[in-house]
């Protein structure tokens, strides 16, 4: 029983870590201002009828905080790759010029850096509702373990252990989001 009970606190700090990891992928999406090939990691590219990631077809650099440079591995990849990074919709214009493609990154207005800090605390709460059910589900673990004899007073430790965790989470998940929302306000 007590092996039981451990293995539902380990299970729930492991799937506690996967809302964090999501979270600091769709956080390194949002662009606050700077170039980072990260920008362009969603971006698809039709590659001999194959939807390939850019990263496999093309290296991607940042010159300066400002560019970001796309240096196809063939050189008539460069049309596909221009015409996958406009159909990204990232608000990127592409610049073909027959070797490269150059990527100015506009520098954020104030109401579309608004915007990008409503969209983080949008992907923090939804990482907090993961996390949140990942409690709740190992409550009801321990609450079935308890109706199949595991003792109350042990339960309600493991339960207290579980919001420990839950809380701990919690708070990297605020630290996250307020170091995003200062790179993105600031200039």
């Known amino acids: 029983m007590e092996e039981e009970v451990e293995l539902i606190l380990e299970d729930t700090r492991e799937r506690m870590n996967s809302p964090l990891h999501r979270l600091d992928v769709e956080l390194s999406k949002l662009r606050a201002g700077k170039a980072?090939?990260?920008?362009?990691?969603?971006?698809?590219?039709?590659?001999?009828?194959?939807?390939?990631?850019?990263?496999?077809?093309?290296?991607v650099n940042t010159p300066d905080p400002r560019t970001l440079i796309v240096q196809p591995w063939e050189k008539k990849?460069?049309?596909?790759?221009?015409?996958?990074?406009?159909?990204?919709?990232?608000?990127?214009?592409?610049?073909?010029d027959g070797s490269i493609i150059r990527i100015s990154i506009p520098i954020l207005t104030e109401e579309r850096r608004k915007d990008l800090v409503k969209q983080v605390k949008t992907e923090a709460e939804t990482a907090k509702v993961s996390v949140r059910n990942?409690?709740?589900?190992?409550?009801?673990?321990?609450?079935?373990?308890?109706?199949?004899?595991?003792?109350?007073?042990?339960?309600?430790?493991k339960e207290a252990e579980i919001q420990k965790i839950t809380d701990a989470t919690i708070v990297k998940i605020d630290e996250k989001v307020v170091a995003k929302e200062a790179d993105i306000m600031k200039v």
């Open 134 to 157: 990942i409690r709740r589900d190992a409550n009801e673990m321990l609450k079935k373990l308890q109706k199949d004899g595991l003792a109350e007073d042990v339960a309600k430790d």
């Open 77 to 96: 990849m460069i049309d596909p790759i221009e015409k996958a990074i406009l159909a990204a919709n990232l608000g990127l214009t592409p610049v073909n």
């Open 36 to 59: 980072s090939p990260v920008m362009l990691e969603t971006v698809k590219v039709d590659y001999y009828g194959a939807l390939t990631p850019l990263s496999q077809v093309a290296t």
